[in-house]
């Protein structure tokens, strides 16, 4: 039996094959993030575990049963970051930035939450996301809302649909609750344990129970916007009109509450039907309570966060991802006194900005032309004993085999005509 060592259930390694789709989405959102004027931010993906449960809340299945805590060497109690948006909010708030000030920052890394791993569910997954500060109005939902949709337009990508709903403020939340909880207790049999266990404690995530029975009671729940006061319902309406205005489609979904506390009045998901059960492909929404909560003055804002490996497996599934870029050349170098000459052809080649593997070890002819077509090169330069006497180089182009003799003073020019991308 084999003792090496695994990786740990639900924690992938991304292996070189893979990464170029990661860079093709990671450079896109930057660039698309920049356009909106938002600037990185990047932060430690430990932090008190006091900062999740005093955000996320105490109720909710990340806080209560996902995150991976621990109590480190002195004692303090810790936790690896299940999300974001709780360590944005410390780290404005520890800087003074959110002080009279409008700011708007973009992240990404590596989440964690001790979930059942599926296809789409990882123990160690990916977030690209941005938060804003400082604007109350319903032009930053959109705004946040329109990067997504201007991401998944430069991107090419197809399948995604925007569901929206709004959780009201505060107040209208509560008497939102209060009718949802007796309309859950009228008709309690209908509901699975993990419902009744949320009856008490966070009854608005049964509107988004995966039991038959429950779905089938909530098409008959009463609806938030019979409750809303009268600012989150003109605010709903602004965020509707503008997303019509911009021509961004969308569905409401009354159901849709979101599995953090700190949301208040808009949310939102894109979804897809091409992933199986993990169909959420990014989330958002409102949070204009959590920096008052996180001990600051109250500062309204909004932001979402991108599931970047369900993201890469929907652009995997669109066609999207572009090839890996070939390399330009490979240096096949045989005799013991062509390896300075390969490795100084080398050196020129990367000067001039190609990209360059050359030969290590006294391997054959033959083995090192099979590694140059093995690293997918274009074009194998080849400086043997007769090359070496006249001065020359053989060019062999990869693709089609076809081989030229070249012999010049300025190698780096002759060769890089050949180049086809
Ligand atoms: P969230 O909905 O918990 O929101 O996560 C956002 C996205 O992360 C999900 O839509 C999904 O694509 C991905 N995701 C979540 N859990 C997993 C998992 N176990 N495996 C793979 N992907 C996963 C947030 O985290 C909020 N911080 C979003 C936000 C930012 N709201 C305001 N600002």
Redesign the pocket.
Known sequence: MSNTIQAIRGMNDQLPEDLSCWQQLEKNAAEVFNLFGYQEIRLPVVEKTELFARSIGQATDIVEKEMYSFQDRNGDQLSLRP???AGVVRAMLQHGLLHNAIQRVWYSGPMF?H?RPQK???RQ?H?I?V?AYGMAEAELDVEVISMTHQLWKQLGLKGAVLEINTLGTVDSRKAYRSALVDFYQLNRDCLDDDSIRRLDKNPLRILDSKNQAVIDLNKNAPDILDFLDTESAEDFNKVRKLLDDLGISYIRNPKLV???DYYSKTVF?WTTDKLGAQS??????R?DGLVEKLGGKSVPA??????M??LIELMKIEGLCQPEKRQDFYIVQTPDGARGCGLSLAMQLRDAGYSVTGNIGDTSFKSQLKKANRCNAQIALIIGENELENKSITLKQLDNGEQYSLASKNFVVEVSKYLTS
């Open positions: 999300e974001g948006t939450r979930e789409g569910r990882y997954f977030q996301g938060e979101r599995g953090l998901e959420a492909i990014c989330g958002g929404g949070y909004a932001g979402f966060d991108i599931g490996e369900r």
